[in-house]
Nanobody, 125 residues
């Protein structure tokens, strides 16, 4: 069993920055594919970024160049968000799948095994 817990969400003005964090149990971060997703009420969950065990990262086109996924230990993953826009407003979730990112359809939320409860990010314009 793996638990994940997001934190760091909040309200920020457009153009601002925010970093959300994901703490996990065990050493899932070091061994498996970790992803950040976001969801707006009434819409499907959207893949934002993933980080591979070797540190390789992939971003959605919507956030490429503005967001950075990283990890600093075997148990924590971060999503640094810069130049925030109103359309970035969403509930942000981290997730883990017990595979390498390169071996799965990492933008598909259905492949992920465990999820956090989410942290709300609100960007005001």
């Amino acid at each position: 069993q793996v638990w994940l817990a997001e934190s760091g969400g909040g309200s920020v003005e457009a153009g601002g920055s925010l970093t959300v964090s994901c703490a996990t149990s065990g050493d899932a971060v070091a061994k498996y594919c970790m992803g950040w997703f976001r969801q707006v009420p009434g819409k499907e969950r959207e893949g934002v970024a993933i980080i591979e065990t070797d540190g390789t990262t992939t971003y959605s086109d919507a956030v490429k160049g503005r967001f950075t996924i990283s990890r600093d230990s075997a148990t924590s993953v971060y999503l640094q968000m810069n130049s925030l826009k109103g359309e970035d407003t969403a509930m942000y979730y981290c997730a883990v799948v017990f595979e390498l990112c390169a071996t799965i359809s990492h933008s598909d939320e259905n492949v992920y095994s465990y999820w956090g409860q989410g942290t709300q990010v609100t960007v005001s314009s």
